[in-house]
């Protein structure tokens, strides 16, 4: 099993020099992916609950430096040449799609085919409410705007009609690499696996609680009739050990995704990969 690391794009690991320093050390080491997640808007008082810690709060401060992913993580691409690069997630329906499946192809291309888009729906209506994109129907217009990104990436013409967007006899270059770009969907929800399964070239399962239930979560995707092995998982834990890499490696787990905040210092930043590497590969 591999070794991902969700370091990049807040706070600190907003900052170009540790960027630089984390990615560098972290391919050197063997980590796979580095991971970086998104969040256009903050707000300092949100009624909407974050699905992924057991207070319904977020742990990253409103006033926090949040990078765009995708720029973020181009300049990891930049600064390294065999790791990959994940959006975990992008929350694609607060973006155009084809917008996006040009910057996700750019990317792509830049890094030498090393891309690994992850994509969720999205939870804070007061985000979606500042970017003046409803709330309502967000988990059908994310599906629809995956299926406009992969007709743009699979067709030098591309047509798409749909209830969200459609166009007409357009050409968005340039194409991926490889033809296509795994798509990955993010959230622990039965919802979020079902895309997962029906829709996704994987999953990403984010801070949750141990091997029991990265099993349940699990069990529950190979039940909607996809076979496992067909999908790229992976999966980060609220509170990892080493013991669980095998436990988790039985059970089908491709990455175990480490999260992590980097020091602020670019020197320390290099130790730290370091030190997570002895720890964890």
Same mark, same amino acid.
């Given at each position: 099993?591999?070794? @991902?690391?969700?370091?990049?794009? =807040? ?10 320093? %984390?990615?560098?050390? /972290? ?35 409103? /006033? ?33 799609? =084809? %917008? ?11 890094? @030498? ?8 729906? @999205? ?9 003046? %994109?409803?709330? /309502? ?7 629809? $705007? ?15 009609? @749909? ?6 006899? =357009? ?12 798509? =990955? ?18 999953? $990403? ?77």
């Amino acid at each position: 099993m591999q070794l @991902g690391l969700h370091a990049l794009g =807040i706070g600190s690991g907003a900052r170009r020099a540790v960027i630089d320093a %984390v990615a560098v050390v /972290a391919e050197a080491c063997g980590f796979a992916t580095l991971w970086s997640g998104e969040h256009v808007v903050m707000v300092d008082r949100a009624s909407s609950r974050y699905p992924y810690s057991p207070d319904g709060r977020i742990a990253v401060p409103a /006033a926090a430096d949040w990078l765009d992913p995708l720029i973020g993580l181009s300049f990891a691409a930049a600064a390294t040449s065999t790791i990959r690069v994940a959006t975990g997630v992008l929350l694609l329906p607060e973006h155009n799609p =084809i %917008v996006v499946a040009k910057q996700a192809a750019s990317l792509d291309v830049l890094s @030498g085919g090393r891309l690994t888009l992850g994509v969720g729906v @999205g939870w804070s209506r007061e985000e979606f409410d500042a970017l003046g %994109v409803p709330f /309502a129907r967000r988990t059908a217009r994310t599906e629809e $705007y995956v299926a406009a990104m992969r007709a743009l990436w699979r067709s030098d013409v591309a047509s798409f009609t @749909g209830d969200f967007v459609q166009f007409s006899s =357009i050409r968005v270059n340039p194409k991926p690499c490889g033809a296509t770009i795994p798509i =990955i969907f993010g959230g622990n929800s039965d919802s979020a696996l079902c895309r997962a399964a029906t829709l996704g070239d994987g999953w $990403y399962g984010f801070n949750l609680d141990g091997v029991p239930e990265v099993a349940d979560r699990l069990d529950f995707l190979a039940a909607q009739g996809r076979d496992l092995a067909e999908l790229r998982i992976a999966v980060a834990l609220r509170n990892p050990a080493r013991r669980d890499i095998a436990d988790l490696a039985s059970l089908g787990v491709d990455e175990l995704v480490i999260v992590d905040s980097p020091p602020d210092d670019p020197g320390s930043a290099t130790e730290w990969v370091s030190a997570l590497a002895d720890r964890w590969l």
